[in-house]
């Protein structure tokens, strides 16, 4: 009786030392990586979303443009917070000597009157606005809520980006990696390498720089010409990507049809170290809405400064004549109602606006930069017979632009 009873406790006791020792303790299992433990082909998204909640990072980006001239850079550096949507930052280009001029023109924007658009743009982005102050203006221009009334696409809309609150980097193009294969780094971290499709790639340039790059934008199309590097740290954020966009570089008529190489570079560091540093409430700021106007609509006396950060060239932001500006406006020429084909236009609008230069004010000459000097517009084959007779917009400029955009080779 006593033996039975023996057998009857060990049956039941042994199968639950068994039972326990196969479960083990929560505190053994080894947790999944946030990144690593995803299939292959989903590890650079995954990398990107696991970088973005690391709250804030620094980052680096230069993307250069090779050409026999030498090589035009453009450098973006700043802090991002993911989290709030913040970022503030800069953008510089350093160009090329002997770089020709439409390439400057496509590649920092036009502008009235001699130059370029500044060389280097301080810029600020939160979930309501992008702030931009350009070269040596006194003032924020601050674009809010929806850029609608001024195109929509407008360049500014490409310093908002939507994978980070800086626009314009390689993160914008992250989550396109296709073909993805990868390789362990002794720090524990993880490399890959990547292919992106024209339509993908193209996601991180404004719109009016896309449309001197590649043609061939197929949203389905399988041909992948665009390569991409990524590093991760051990703990899944990215440190470093690069990219190759040289073979977008395929529009003959182009303005950057003689570049031979398109490089990007982006590292990104300090992760959750501090948020970016947005400008302070005492700075002077201006409303797009109300400051960005077409230089026809400025009042015969008008004072504009040149850079809007739309990269178009009949905007202009309306500023006071008793601070430093760009231009003065001295007339609205009336040209007629039929158009005269583009060169009669540009006579008629340089015969009228010589003559209403020579009756403005001498206190509005004596501010040319360059003595006796002025500049017009006049409109295209559409803006004739349109709300009555064809105008040509006659200006001064005041100051020379800021010629710190060329390096020695």
Known sequence: MIRSQLRLLCALVVPTLVLTACSGSPADQRPAHPVFDAPVGQQPRQALLETQDSRSARFTQTLTFGSPSGDTVQRSAGRVDFAEGRAAGSIEWSLAPDLPETAKDALLGVRLGPGHAPARTRIAVDRDSVRLRAGEAGYWLTYGGTLEAFGGEASVNALRGSESAFGGTLLEIVSGAQDVKHAEDAEGGRTYEAKLTAYNALR????????????????????????????????????????????LLDRKDSALAEMTGLHAVMTLNKQGDSPPVMPAPSEPILDAKTAVRAVGDLKRGSCADLATGNRTVDMVVAVPCTQPHDVRVFAHARLGTEYPGDDMAQRKAGEACRRDHLAAPREWRRESADEDEYWYTWPEEDGWGVGGAATASCYIVTRDPVTTTTVAA
């Open 204 to 247: 991180m340039f404004s719109r009016d720089l896309q449309a001197e790059l590649t043609s061939n934008i197929d949203p389905s199309g399988t041909d992948t010409p665009v390569t991409l590097g990524l590093a991760v740290d051990a703990d899944g954020h990215i440190a470093r990507a690069e990219a190759d966009f040289t073979e």
